[in-house]
């Protein structure tokens, strides 16, 4: 993206970025000048100049060859700019906060689409103030790696889950990461993320159709928070009992597991879980 369009999404109209970056290159001229070097027509350039002027981005000096015009640095004018967005914000945020009405129940709202998938993660990462807890596959991981590292730089504690077991880390990755080999199949994908043990969210990506939900509702967020903490609990418990089941458990704890898990060998699970989760 180049300098005029950057600026122009700090709120500058496309003639203003010009004469602004006409300015910085060329230092003190008239608006003769400003017009010729930002191609804008002389028609249209004291408008734009007096705009500048007035958001302090340009300085207006009366000489004895005329009025001349010269560019702020743009050290100040960033930090004017910085100063004025946070209080714009703050002012938004007061107001909307007034209007809000509250309600009597937390939504869940639906997601469609990869696209909105993604955005809608990087929203709830973005608001992170204290945790994110994390279960995640490399093509998600490398998507979000981004907005995860931010995240950890301004001091949120990260969780994550690795469901693809990857014997490399693949830098997708953020905080303290563990290794488990439950991911649903090779066809889709699965992101799991809780927010400050406030916020859920559940996706699935897969060739077909993305889809997933987000919400505050406190008993989904504490299902999937448990989903994460409790497959973890579980490697962890198969890597450090490994081979001992058979003498810490009960003969009715062992049938209680075989009746939840009919046709699986669930000690064994639980071990293999634990030797994925160690490498």
């Not at 496309?14 to 970056?21: D, G, H, T």
């Not at 597991?257 to 639980?270: N, Q, T």
Request: glycine share 6%; hydrophobic share 45%; with cysteine.
């Amino acid at each position: 993206m180049d300098t005029s369009a950057l600026l122009q999404r700090l709120g500058f109209g496309n003639y203003e970025a010009k004469a602004y970056i006409a300015l910085l290159q060329n230092g003190r001229s008239n608006g003769y000048a400003v017009a010729k070097a930002a191609a804008i027509p002389r028609a249209n350039v004291y408008g734009v100049l007096d705009r500048l002027v007035q958001r302090a981005a340009v300085q207006r000096i009366d000489t004895d060859n005329g009025v001349r015009y010269s560019a702020t640095p743009p050290a100040k004018l960033l930090a004017q700019l910085d100063e004025n967005h946070q209080a714009a914000l703050a002012a938004t945020r007061a107001a909307l906060s007034a209007l809000t009405t509250s309600e009597a129940f937390a939504p869940v709202f639906n997601l469609r689409g990869s696209d909105e998938l993604i955005a809608r993660a990087r929203t709830e990462i973005a608001a992170a103030e204290h945790s994110l807890l994390l279960a995640i596959q490399p093509r998600e991981a490398a998507i979000l790696a981004a907005d995860l590292r931010h995240a950890r730089e301004r001091g949120v504690t990260i969780t994550t889950l690795c469901m693809e077991a990857c014997a490399q880390e693949c830098a997708g990755c953020q905080g303290q990461i563990h290794r488990l080999d439950m991911a649903a199949s090779h066809d889709s994908t699965w992101l799991l993320l809780v927010a400050d043990h406030a916020t859920a969210l559940l996706a699935q990506h897969a060739p077909a159709i993305s889809q997933g939900m987000v919400t505050s509702q406190p008993l989904l967020v504490q299902l999937v928070s448990a989903y994460i903490r409790q497959s973890l609990t579980l490697a962890l418990l198969g890597d450090e009992l490994a081979g001992r089941f058979d003498g810490l458990l009960s003969q009715q704890a062992q049938q209680t597991l075989a009746d939840l898990y009919p046709g699986e060998d669930v000690l064994a699970h639980i071990e293999s879980l634990g030797s994925i989760a160690s490498q």
